[in-house]
Nanobody, 117 residues
Framework: QVQLVESGGGSVHAGGSLTLSCAAS????????MAWYRQAPGKQRELVAA???????NYADSVKGRFTISRDNAKNTVYLQMNSLKPEDTAVYYC???????????WGQGTQVTVSS
């Protein structure tokens, strides 16, 4: 079982920055892929950024060039550095992890990010 705990959410003005973190704990062999998703009110949850264990990354077009995902494998932690935030980035951000063994998928509880105009 894996527990994912997010932190770093908050409220900022447009153009500001925030850094989210997600720490995985529990008993597991290894995490293959970690990602950040977000869900705004009335909208579907969408992928924001993902990173594999070897460091390969991909981003949603809407955040490319502004957000950076990284991970510390030793700490089982993933980060999302968000710069030049826009009001449309406002959402609940969720951490996601997929284990190498079994392909089990886990979700964090979510952390609110609010960007005002």
């Amino acid at each position: 079982q894996v527990q994912l705990v997010e932190s770093g959410g908050g409220s900022v003005h447009a153009g500001g920055s925030l850094t989210l973190s997600c720490a995985a704990s529990g008993r597991f062999f290894s995490i293959n892929k970690m990602a950040w998703y977000r869900q705004a009110p009335g909208k579907q949850r969408e992928l924001v950024a993902a990173i594999t264990r070897d460091g390969s990354t991909n981003y949603a077009d809407s955040v490319k060039g502004r957000f950076t995902i990284s991970r510390d494998n030793a700490k089982n932690t993933v980060y999302l550095q968000m710069n030049s935030l826009k009001p449309e980035d406002t959402a609940v951000y969720y951490c996601n992890a997929v284990l190498i063994v079994g392909g089990y998928v886990y979700w964090g509880q979510g952390t609110q990010v609010t960007v005002s105009s």
